[in-house]
């Protein structure tokens, strides 16, 4: 998993569009006589605030549960947040009479996830507009697979979006930016099914820590055969290898075992000399050239945690390179 940082921009980009697409559902136009709760963000070329669509089928219980304020929050928020705003909407709705958490759980269905997900972020391409704002060149838990951004009418290419939060569980988030992580197909079907928590899990836009909390490393099983496993790098908590587990790496990085993970060992070990030193030392003598385009040119990977985005297996190699080198 990869740290991406506050996204700032792609935040407040996506969050112009959602807040709108959301409030004018929730409190329908503002209108200073008829509406006075309503909603606008007062941009004439708002096509969410300037259209005449009125609220959709939903409870006007469920509607005026939500404030102005609180359904940019539920966009914006950071993660715990979130999960505050999710207990303490849920529970004001559960205590009125009649109403309980499951009516509450559809009702935020229908909105969230049905209508909002579905209909608004993936039939009407939000989705393309977040993956281009995020920038993400491969998938964001696995950093083994390209996720290229292609528009194109009919068919084109999108990362998928996980949530972190599951919207099975969470439909009220369903549309929070910061629930929203570019993933590929595998990494969004293979999560865990258990959820993830912010107590014993990394969450890739608040842990800055990330690429050092765990290491991929290696396990010989005989003369000719290695798996590729993990380590926690913290002796304070497990959050590192509890992730990779949620997020199911071994079992995603099983088959690379094979392949990518032994063409490295072989040039440390197959032949009589260290060619992986040599690579790294003497490979193109005669241009002045960076370790990082080194690392680059050599093993198609970045050298910079920042960057490990932007090839494939960028971590797994450098961690297992880095273990190789230090044997001597
Ligand atoms: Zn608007
Ligand atoms: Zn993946």
């Known amino acids: 998993m990869n740290y991406l940082g506050e996204q700032v ?47 959709s089928g939903l409870e006007t219980e469920f509607c005026d549960l939500f404030s102005i304020d609180e359904i940019k929050e539920i966009i914006t928020g950071k993660p715990a947040r979130l999960i505050e705003i999710m207990d303490l909407k849920s529970r004001t709705y559960a205590a009125i009479p ?12 229908k909105l969230f996830v049905d209508s909002g997900y579905t209909n608004w972020f993936l039939n009407e391409r939000k989705n393309y507009l977040l993956a281009n704002l995020l920038n993400q060149h491969t998938c964001n838990y696995c950093n083994r697979e390209y996720i290229f951004v292609y528009e194109k009418k009919g068919k084109g290419m999108v990362p998928q979006f996980d949530h972190w939060f599951p919207k099975q569980d969470f439909p009220m988030l369903a549309l929070s930016f910061y629930n929203l992580v570019p993933s590929c197909a595998t990494c969004n079907t293979i999560k865990s099914t258990d959820n993830l928590n912010l107590s014993n899990h990394l969450h890739p836009y608040i842990d800055h820590n990330i690429a050092s909390s765990y290491s991929f490393s290696y396990l010989p099983l005989d003369i000719t055969k290695n798996q590729i496993i993990f380590k926690n790098n913290s002796f304070l908590n497990s959050k590192g290898i509890d992730t990779v587990k949620a997020l199911n790496l071994e079992l995603i990085y099983r088959g690379h075992s094979d392949k990518e993970l032994q063409d490295l060992i072989d040039l440390r070990y197959k032949y009589s000399t260290n060619y992986l030193n040599i690579l ?30 932007k090839r494939i297996f960028s971590k797994f190699k450098n961690d297992i390179i880095n273990e190789l080198i230090s044997i001597k």
């Open 9 to 55: 921009n792609a935040l407040e980009t996506y969050s112009n569009e959602a807040v709108c697409w959301l409030a004018i559902k929730l409190k329908g136009r503002y209108n200073l006589i008829r509406n006075p709760e309503g909603h606008t963000c007062g941009e004439t070329s708002c096509k969410y605030c300037s259209s005449s669509k009125k609220r």
């Open 280 to 309: 790294l030392e003497k490979m193109f003598p005669d241009i002045d050239i960076s370790k990082e385009e080194r690392y680059r040119l050599i093993f198609g990977i970045e050298l910079e945690k920042e960057n490990y985005h």
């Open 98 to 109: 009649g109403r309980s958490l499951t009516e509450f759980k559809e009702q935020a269905e």
